[in-house]
C-alpha cells in the first residue's frame, strides 16, 4: 500500500487538475463550488506559545454566509482548550477587519 505522502500527493494533482479545469470553464467553477464551503482559521501571535495559542475558526457555505465561528484557547503544555462561539456583533468586526484582505503570491523573493 502507497504511504500516506504518496496519497496526499496523488489527490492534490487531482485537486489542482480539477481546479485548472474551473479557472478555465466558469460553468465547471460553478458546480464544483456548489459542493463546499471554506474554513478560516486564524491564529494569533503570543510570546509563548508553548504556554498560550489562541485562534478564530470560521466555516463557510458554498456562497460565503458564516455557518460557524468560533475562538479557541489553550494552554498547550497543561492539553487544556476552550472553545468560545463567536457572536454575531463580534464577527461583524471579525470582517470588517478583514475587508481589504486579498489572496496572493509573496513576489519578493
Request: hydrophobic share 30%; charged share 40%.
Amino acid at each position: 500500500m502507497a504511504n500516506i505522502e504518496e496519497l496526499a500527493e496523488k489527490k492534490l494533482k487531482s485537486r489542482m487538475t480539477k481546479i485548472r479545469k474551473c479557472n478555465r470553464e466558469p460553468e465547471e467553477k460553478a458546480k464544483f463550488s456548489e459542493k463546499f464551503g471554506t474554513s478560516f482559521e486564524m491564529g494569533f501571535y503570543n510570546k509563548n506559545p508553548d504556554k498560550l495559542t489562541d485562534g478564530i475558526t470560521i466555516i463557510t457555505s458554498p456562497e460565503g454566509k458564516v455557518l460557524f465561528a468560533d475562538y479557541i484557547y489553550e494552554i498547550p503544555e497543561d492539553e487544556e482548550y476552550a472553545r468560545v462561539p463567536i457572536t454575531d456583533k463580534q464577527l461583524k468586526s471579525i470582517i470588517e477587519f478583514f475587508e481589504d484582505f486579498k489572496l496572493q503570491l509573496d513576489d519578493s523573493e
